[in-house]
């Protein structure tokens, strides 16, 4: 159980373009997720919390215009990068919490979507 | 990173010795959890510690903690080559624990 579905795995757009990452938790509902930027041999950089009907709560330093949180449903978050760049192009990966903050509970995964821009 | 700092940034060892990797974080925390990152995939969950635990055990793995250090241990026993994988520590911070920083990471090349 507690599978997330992370779509697409793998993007190449061009400079300027718009692209819409999913992150779907499939076999639970999820009232927050997460949504990290990785870069290369780096390790996770929080980008922003999102929970369910308000609006994503991003960390110091990103740019809630460039990078727009929907967070739908309890199953559903999206992720959409406007106006890309390349240095834009990094390791996106979304993770849901499974029952919430008051169980300890842990964090599950997608399997990330790399976001190469051109 | 966000939360700290984790060491040795990279270790190779021989199948069958033990993986020690350590954590060090900068906030009070609710709990310390250690994931798993195989290449250019997302994170597996692979156990909790809360704070006011000092070890864990769940199979091969070993989990201290220590909040007067800030600082947690993972040990990996008898390693195995399918051990290789980056590994990560994240924080649920005291007052905000819906919210989890990940270290650095330790990546592991376990030879066979």
């Known amino acids: 159980g507690a599978v997330v579905s992370q779509h697409p795995s793998r993007v190449i757009c061009k400079s300027g373009t718009s692209v819409k990452i999913e992150c779907r938790s499939l076999?639970?509902?999820?009232?927050?997720m997460f949504w990290y930027r990785q870069f290369p041999k780096q390790s996770l950089m929080l980008m922003a919390t999102s929970n369910e009907g308000s609006k994503a709560t991003y960390e110091q330093g990103v740019e809630k215009d460039k990078f727009l949180i929907n967070h739908a449903s309890l199953t559903l978050s999206t992720l959409t990068v406007t106006s890309a760049h390349p240095e834009d192009s990094s390791f996106y990966i979304c993770?849901?919490?499974?029952?919430?903050?008051?169980?300890?509970?842990?964090?599950?995964f997608g399997n990330g979507t790399r976001l190469t821009v051109t | 990173s966000q939360q700290g700092e984790e060491d040795p940034q990279a270790l190779s060892i021989q199948e069958g010795e033990n993986a020690t990797m350590n954590c060090s974080y900068k906030t009070s925390i609710n709990n310390l959890q250690w994931y798993r990152q195989n290449s250019g995939r997302g994170l597996v969950h692979l156990i909790l510690?809360?704070?006011?635990?000092r070890e864990k055990h769940s199979g091969r793995l070993r989990v201290t903690l220590d909040t007067s250090k800030k600082s947690s241990s993972l040990l990996i026993t008898a390693s195995r080559a399918a051990d290789t994988a980056s590994y990560f520590c994240?924080?649920?911070?005291?007052?905000?624990?819906?919210?989890?920083?990940f270290g650095s990471g330790t990546k592991l090349n376990v030879k066979p």
């Open positions: 993770s849901a919490l499974y029952r919430g903050w008051r169980d300890n509970s842990p964090l599950h």
């Open positions: 510690i809360r704070s006011n635990e």
């Open positions: 994240a924080t649920a911070a005291l007052y905000n624990f819906n919210k989890f920083y």
């Open positions: 076999d639970f509902q999820a009232t927050t």
